[in-house]
């Protein structure tokens, strides 16, 4: 069984920690959130007084930040890479921009740890059942080590390639799911408007073409579906705001492809809007308010 840091127990973190705690790992946990850290520590975690404190004595450490200005601060300022034991090797599963990966990469690399960026993908259903899709850059050896420890919070683990990779996989992911929520939400309204049941529309999409994951499980309206966000108040989830921040990192990454991405750039609007009126913590299915308010 592992030692293991982690830093960043909001949501995501605080489930995958508990898994890791639930196999049988020692966990030390830090977070700015002291409510954060209480429920991972009520699930028998020791609690860290520092991001160095965390980082240090450990097999491996695991950061689950919101953005790659987090991610650098973590890594780079507040010391991670100067904390960290030699052969501690370093996860990070935030989702941020790859110049932020590719810099921690680059510095821990220079200090001689061995790093992975791994993104994930499954949200918080998943992130509680151990189900997380990881996608994995950096070398081989390092995705192979950090294999085991993964396996306990995710089961679809694949190595995406060398530094920076799995934010790229993850970022190519987020686009299309962001995408098939704002369709499947204009269709809802529309549906509705004229005359069908949520319901109905409900029963015949998810069993037809239309079908998505976004639709079966972050179904946009109350009521289909009983655990979805939408039927609990939109509470999240992936909050609307994380969602924007990914289609912006979306559309960086487009940028530094020249490739053309119209359908990204037309839901990075939507969510820009969604946000700008104040819907930014709520889960991002509730982007069908940006099509009907009243939904
Ligand atoms: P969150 O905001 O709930 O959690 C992030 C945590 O990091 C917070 O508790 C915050 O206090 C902490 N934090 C921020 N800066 C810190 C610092 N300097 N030191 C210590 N702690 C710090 O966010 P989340 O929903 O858990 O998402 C985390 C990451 O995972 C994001 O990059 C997000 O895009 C990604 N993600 C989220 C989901 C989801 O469904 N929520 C799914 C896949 C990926």
Do not use: W
């Not at 830093?7 to 705690?21: E, Q, T």
């Not at 009520?42 to 450990?58: C, F, I, L, N, P």
């Amino acid at each position: 069984m592992a030692r293991v840091g982690f830093i960043g127990v909001g949501n995501m973190g605080s489930l995958m920690a508990r898994n890791l705690v639930k196999a049988g790992h020692s966990l030390k946990v830090y977070d700015l959130n002291e409510e954060a850290v209480n429920f991972v520590v009520q699930s028998g975690a020791k609690r860290a007084s520092s991001v160095q404190d965390a980082a240090k004595g450990v097999d491996f450490v695991v950061t689950m930040l919101p953005v790659g200005a987090n991610v650098r601060s973590v890594f780079l300022d507040e010391g991670v890479i100067a904390a960290a034991d030699r052969g501690t090797v370093l996860i990070d599963s935030s989702t941020i921009d790859v110049d932020s990966a590719r810099a921690a990469h680059a510095a821990a690399a220079e200090r001689g740890f061995a790093m992975l960026d791994a993104p994930v993908s499954g949200g918080v259903a998943g992130a509680d059942a151990a189900t997380l899709t990881f996608m994995c850059g950096g070398d081989k050896a390092v995705f192979s080590k950090a294999l085991p420890l993964l396996q306990n919070m995710g089961k679809n683990i694949v190595h995406c390639g060398g530094p920076g990779f799995g934010q790229v996989t993850k970022i190519c992911n987020n686009m299309v799911a962001a995408v098939i929520s704002l369709a499947t939400a204009e269709a809802f309204v529309m549906g509705e408007k004229l005359g069908v049941s949520r319901q109905t529309l409900y029963d015949v999409l998810s069993t037809s073409t239309a079908s998505s994951t976004i639709l079966t499980r972050m179904c946009p309206v109350p009521g289909p579906v009983p655990g979805s966000a939408s039927s609990n108040g939109y509470k999240p989830g992936f909050m609307a705001k994380l969602m924007l921040k990914d289609l912006r990192l979306s559309q960086a990454a487009a940028q530094m492809a020249e490739t053309a991405t119209p359908l990204g750039a037309a839901a990075t609007a939507a969510f820009a809007m969604h946000v700008a009126n104040g819907f930014g913590d709520l889960d991002m299915s509730s982007i069908v308010k940006l099509i009907d308010k009243d939904a």
